[in-house]
């Protein structure tokens, strides 16, 4: 039997969300921020037109690339590590879809956080399932109801 002392590099670069994870005050709002400060330079880079679409394969894309690096690191983690943030990436970046300004984004931010910690409606039930797709599924539901919320705000703003 071999016996593994360090993680792999690639699940614990993705898993940890490129460090943001070692963070050691609160390792998902620090998954979170990077999240949200890295869709706000994509912003810049490529354009308010080409963004919803780049933030939606970024979502598919790291739903299936986090479920990945948690089965890789939960071995020498334990299960649902704190320092698996990727979960959260992906989680803010589900009501980002609609944000268009950095007011905006900073709102996401917060209705994501505020779900992902109170874990109300159904988000709870997803929390306690074991597995590493169940890791991000209780993040990616925290980001469906921020999206509503922020949709609301949005759009009854502007009336």
Known sequence: MVVMSRTPLLPTII?????????PWGPGTAGAVVATLLWLLMGIVVGTATLPWLTLVLIVVFTVLGTWATARLEPFWGEDPSRVVVDEMVGVWTPLLLATTWQEALVALVLFRFFDIVK????????????PFWVMADDLLAGVYSAVVLYLIIFIGRE
């Open 15 to 23: 898993g940890t969300g490129f460090g943001a994870g070692f963070w």
């Open 120 to 131: 109300p409606l159904g988000i709870r039930s997803l929390d306690r399932r074991h597995g």
